[in-house]
Structures are given as structure tokens and as C-alpha cells.
């Protein structure tokens, strides 16, 4: 099987390295990356930390979908059976390479952040996007002297949004976020609309003001990709659906 690896080279430019292995069964795109790196080239740079699908450090840009790579695995790929269909994005439309997924897996680093080295991305921005939303519990008066459990359906509303593990594919598949460098992007505004609809939190629409703004909520367009690739499934344009339509009636009825 032929790998097509993105490679950084000095003054900004890249060039694709093509490996050719004869990966086992259940070898995962990760594990590949390991065996390029033992049998080929010492020098390829990728990111990865749990190899269990948990850290979410090892996302990356695997035939042209932001997923993890200690996730996918190689021969899945080049069966021809792609379950993750995208609206389509600047960052995939402006690469230009000879590619054939029928035989070949092509990686490349994550799109819409800048890029370190190889397949090693700048998260930053990312994270700059996420701590705008002040992501840390508030209770909504003093802490209680007793635990106060939830009710099951409350923990089964958060849990939807709490299973993020920060990777960024969705920001990296989102529409928007690739001509909009400012869009505050959907793990951001997912965390937001987890802490509104906290039931220990105050719940007086103040997490809904904090992206009342144009780069905020007000900013998707509703492609969807986000889901379509979470790792976790979480769904970032149910949230901001949710929120766009709480707004409205709240701004409404004030
Ligand atoms: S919402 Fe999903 S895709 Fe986005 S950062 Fe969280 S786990 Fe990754
Ligand atoms: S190495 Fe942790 S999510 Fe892949």
C-alpha cells in the first residue's frame, strides 16, 4: 500500500514523500506513520499521545477528512467504503495532487492552522477560540454542603457535548472557519452551549450572550461537517442551532 505524506521544506514550501508498506490488518494510520518513521525516515514529524482515540492530539488531514489517526484504520481506507461525506471546503479544493484513494492513503497536516512541520499543526488559534468562551464550570450560587445529584436526562444533555477531546478536526472541516479566521468555530460554541444548559450553572442566558456576536453563533452556515467528522460524535451545529433559536425568542420577548 502507498502512503503520501505531506512534508514541510525549508522557506515554506512542501512536497509529498510516498512510502510504500505492507501494513497488517488492523494497522491504524498512526501505526503506519510509525512504521515510515522506524523504516524510513527518522525525521517525520507527526503529534500523538494516547493512541487510544482519548488525547486528541493526533488529528490530522487523512484523505482529505480531519480525523484521528491512531483511529482510522489503513485498510478501511483504501476499500472504497468513505462513510464520511463533507460539503466541501477552501482548504481541500485548493490542493492539487496526483491521488488515487483507491490504492493509496494521502496525509497531510490539518487545514485553516498554520503549519509547524510535516503533519505537526500551530493549535493556538484553536485554543485562543476556546478560551473566549470562558470553558470552566460557574456554579450558580454558593457550592452546596451535600452532593446534589442530576437527574439522568441532565447528564445525558451535557454528556453530548462534554465527550470533546479539543482535537479541532471540526474546526479544520468547517466552511466557515477556512475563509473566516476569526469565526470562534464549533468546539468552542459546543462548550459554550454545554455550560448554558448546565442546570447547576445560572441559566440566565449569559453563556448565550458571551458569542451574541457576529463571529459567534451568528457565524455558521449550518454545513454540518463538524458532526460528520467528531470523533466523538458531538454535535456542534445542533448547539448553535439551539442557541441562534434561544436568542431570537429571548431578544424577543425582551
Ligand atoms: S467537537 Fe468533536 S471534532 Fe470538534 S474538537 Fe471536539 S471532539 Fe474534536
Ligand atoms: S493519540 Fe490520542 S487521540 Fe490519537
Known amino acids: 500500500m502507498r502512503f503520501r505524506v505531506y512534508r514541510t521544506e525549508t522557506g515554506g514550501d512542501h512536497r509529498y514523500d510516498t512510502f510504500e508498506l505492507d501494513p497488517p490488518s488492523g494497522m491504524t494510520v498512526l501505526g503506519a506513520l510509525f512504521e515510515i518513521q522506524e523504516r524510513y525516515d527518522e525525521s517525520l514529524a ?5 493512541r487510544g482515540a482519548v488525547c486528541g492530539t493526533c488529528a490530522m488531514l487523512i484523505n482529505r ?31 492539487e495532487i496526483d491521488w488515487d484513494p483507491s490504492t493509496e492513503v494521502l496525509v497531510e497536516p490539518m487545514p485553516h492552522l498554520p503549519v509547524i512541520r510535516d503533519l505537526v499543526v500551530d ?39 462534554t465527550a470533546c477531546i479539543l482535537c479541532g478536526a471540526c ?9 473566516n479566521l476569526r469565526y470562534w468555530g464549533p468546539a468552542a460554541l459546543a ?24 463571529d459567534g453563533w451568528w457565524a455558521c452556515e449550518f454545513h454540518g ?12 451545529n445542533v448547539a448553535i442551532g439551539k442557541a441562534e433559536r434561544e436568542l431570537r425568542e429571548r431578544k424577543k420577548e425582551s
Not at 470552566?136 to 445525558?156: D, H, I, N, S, Y
Not at 459554550?192 to 453563556?207: C, K, N, Q, T, V
Open 225 to 236: 461537517n463538524c458532526h460528520r467528522v467528531c470523533p466523538k460524535y458531538v454535535p456542534p
Open 65 to 95: 477528512i480531519p480525523r484521528l489517526a491512531c483511529r482510522t484504520q489503513v485498510h478501511a481506507l483504501v476499500k472504497g467504503e468513505e462513510p464520511i461525506h463533507l460539503d466541501s471546503f477552501l482548504a481541500i479544493e485548493q490542493k
Open 191 to 214: 462548550k459554550l452551549y454545554r455550560f448554558h444548559i448546565d442546570p447547576r450553572e445560572a441559566g440566565d442566558g449569559s453563556r448565550l450572550a458571551t458569542a451574541d456576536v457576529p
Open 123 to 161: 493549535m493556538d488559534h484553536f485554543f485562543t477560540c476556546y478560551r473566549q468562551t470562558d470553558p470552566v464550570f460557574r456554579a450558580a450560587g454558593p457550592l452546596p454542603e451535600e452532593e446534589q445529584p442530576m437527574a439522568q436526562k441532565e447528564v445525558e444533555a451535557l454528556e453530548i457535548y
Open 46 to 50: 507527526f503529534r500523538y499521545s494516547c
Open 171 to 179: 474546526f479544520a472541516a468547517c466552511p466557515v472557519n477556512g475563509q
